[in-house]
């Protein structure tokens, strides 16, 4: 087994990962690992490390691995489905072989300034996945890619790169999953997705969190779109035992378009902590941003999304909120949505709610004969529903089973 870090902490010289490439990348791998080894942790109490632990995301040390099998596309999708020029391959082939692609954009979104976790995952990464679509190419079905953790005790690091040029459009299914007959096997997970969106392009990328239950969790998501770009994200977030997610899209040409949906479902001790990030850098740009927490038992939420708009970006559009729906005295909520406006010809709003679910709901229903536990179960779905319905339907089927 190589352990990828020492007892400090530390990601070692003799990691293999750090010997892995050609020589542009084992320099930003390096610098990643010098980055993460010379970066304290975060204070606890500084913004938005206020609720969570940054020790707990150390990692485990023992046999890391990526385990994410870059072949494991839907059944629906043959390879007459895949157009001419787009690439599906994993990053460290891409690397070699799409040099031109990849170096331009690899560590452009996520790197060592973004935060010591995500110089971690620059320095670590094995595998990857890496996907190219050209210009004006369709892609009809969704890519459906699963990342699973395959042994106990360990720590791995899946990154996904997406490129997708101008008209072009790409639908994304990413899975993080807890591997079979080991859900209370603790493990500990980095990953990272960069896209880019360029010209009119239309992305849709949804992912999914089912984590085994004593998964400590981080994930690190940025997105860039230039003019007239599209991109609809959508998280929901099941599993885990400590989970820190961060979502980000950077609107960067004029008539760019974000919108973010996130549920999460928290039961036990769960603890879920999500920042998310719209930031419009050009001019008539819209983003949207509707993230939805449920809990029950004794676990917690903490959700902090920002929405920034510069001062040479105007007739720009933002919204955000979020909702937590509490299901006994037990669970616990936090929300903090903020806002930096640097010019004034915008339209924002943002607003959040915390609360149990309402009394006179649950008298109408039990009230027609319906069972208690099955009217609280009509109204989280009910409740989960609204925001669903935003999310297109090759998505909507998986999110409502899961």
């Not at 690992?33 to 942790?41: Q, W």
């Not at 890619?145 to 101008?166: A, C």
Request: hydrophobic share 35%; net charge negative.
């Amino acid at each position: 087994m190589n352990d990828k870090s020492d007892n400090n902490g530390l990601i070692p010289d003799l990691s293999p990962e750090l010997k892995q490439g050609s020589e542009w990348l084992l320099k930003k791998r390096r610098a990643s690992r010098d980055s993460f080894n010379d970066t304290p942790l975060p204070p606890r109490g500084l913004h938005l490390w206020r609720y969570t632990d940054p020790q707990k995301f150390i990692g485990i040390s023992g046999d890391a691995t990526d385990s994410m099998q870059p072949n494991q596309i839907n059944s629906d999708l043959s390879e007459s489905d895949i157009p001419k020029g787009v690439i599906i391959s994993s990053l460290s082939d891409a690397v070699e072989n799409h040099r031109d692609i990849v170096e331009p954009h690899l560590y452009q979104l996520i790197n060592s300034n973004t935060g010591k976790f995500e110089a971690q995952n620059g320095a670590l990464w094995d595998k990857g996945l890496f996907i190219f679509v050209p210009s004006g190419v369709t892609i009809d079905k969704p890519l459906h890619f699963q990342h699973v953790s395959s042994s106990v005790g360990s720590s791995y690091y899946p990154r996904l790169l997406i490129v997708v040029e101008n008209n072009a459009e790409l639908s994304v299914i990413d899975e993080h999953l807890g591997a079979e007959n080991s859900s209370d096997a603790p493990y500990f997970s980095n990953g990272a997705v960069e896209i880019f969106g360029y010209e009119n392009s239309r992305v849709r990328y949804a992912n999914l969190q089912e984590h085994s239950a004593k998964a400590h969790t981080f994930f690190t998501h940025r997105a860039r779109l230039g003019r007239g770009a599209n991109i609809l994200t959508a998280t929901m977030s099941l599993g885990g035992l400590l989970s820190k997610q961060n979502y980000g899209v950077i609107l960067n040409g004029d008539g760019a378009e974000s919108n973010m949906y996130g549920l999460a479902f928290g039961s036990g001790h769960q603890h879920f902590d999500c920042h998310t990030l719209q930031h419009h850098r050009s001019s008539q740009t819209n983003s949207n941003i509707d993230f939805k927490v449920v809990l029950r038992d004794r676990a917690e939420s903490a959700y902090t999304g920002l929405i920034r708009i510069e001062k040479d970006a105007r007739t720009c559009e933002a919204y955000q909120i979020n909702r937590n729906l509490l299901l006994n005295k037990g669970a616990r909520a936090e929300t903090i949505p903020e806002l930096e406006i640097l010019n004034e010809d915008v339209s924002c709003s943002h607003g959040a709610t915390i609360g149990p679910i309402d009394p006179m709901e649950r008298f109408y229903l039990e009230a027609r004969g319906i069972d208690p536990s099955e009217a609280v179960r009509m109204i989280v779905a009910g409740f989960a529903e609204s925001t669903l319905q935003h999310i297109p339907a090759e998505f909507r089927q998986g999110l409502q089973e899961a």
